[in-house]
């Protein structure tokens, strides 16, 4: 799947950074907040949908709007290439669907050098005993 795709459907909207920075700081809006609605998306299928609201349950709001806050930078233009670089990771990253892990069957040559050595090992604690006098 193509994700620059997706990028027509985010929303970026700059508002003033938070923290120390004098005067800069209170009259440039440099941070940068991406919204994403997972549910309106026309470019995910429904088990992609499903999928990104389950694994991004934590990080969406009630309506399924994902939102990242990029404030790294004082420059705007660079953080909105970060938070779209970092957007696009997370989708790629949620999107990727684990292998089943097939169990497998302990061969038959371990499970008999185990028992072997259990052995052994019991042999060797029955030796240390004193002798039965019957």
Known sequence: MNLEALIPEISLKAIRSSGSGGQHVNKVSTKVELSFSILSSAILNESQKERLLLILKSRLTKEGVLILQC????????????????????????????????????????????????????????????????
């Open 71 to 134: 404030g790294e930078s004082r420059s705007q233009h660079k953080n909105k290439t970060i938070i779209i670089e970092r957007f696009l990771n997370l989708i790629q990253q949620s999107l990727v669907v684990p292998k089943k892990r097939k169990p497998t069957k302990i061969p038959k040559a371990s499970r008999l050098k185990r028992l072997s050595e259990k052995k052994q090992h019991a042999d060797k604690k029955d030796k240390r005993k004193p002798p039965k006098l019957d």
